[in-house]
């Protein structure tokens, strides 16, 4: 039997953050994607945060007009409220020194099987 909790349908938001991996001054890897998961992943587990992640790549397209293919980790983030994506987003971004992140909100239904 599904349990299906409606009072959190629309209380419970995902967020994805996308990081790529490239830094923005060398235009090469400074951080793999593997390093920059185990930073993520001990980060939320400190802060005891729901989250997934993956590697993924793609491309984008910097100011100065240079496109770049890179390796990127992509973390869903569940339960958090938007101020904290956002700064969270700010500080991987500046960590990794990147140009931008991209932030993505999808409202969830939550299903329990």
Known sequence: ?????NDFMDEKIEYQIFIGCHDQYINNEYVTSKELIELIVKFFARQEVEFSLFDAQGG???EDGNFQIENS???NIIGA?????IQLAKN???FM???SSLIIKNP??????
């Open 1 to 5: 039997m599904n349990r299906i909790y």
């Open 60 to 62: 984008y397209l910097y």
């Open 73 to 75: 980790v992509c973390v």
């Open 81 to 85: 409220n938007e101020g904290e994506i």
């Open 92 to 94: 991987l971004s500046m």
């Open 97 to 99: 020194s990147q140009e």
């Open 108 to 113: 969830l239904k939550i299903e329990l099987l």
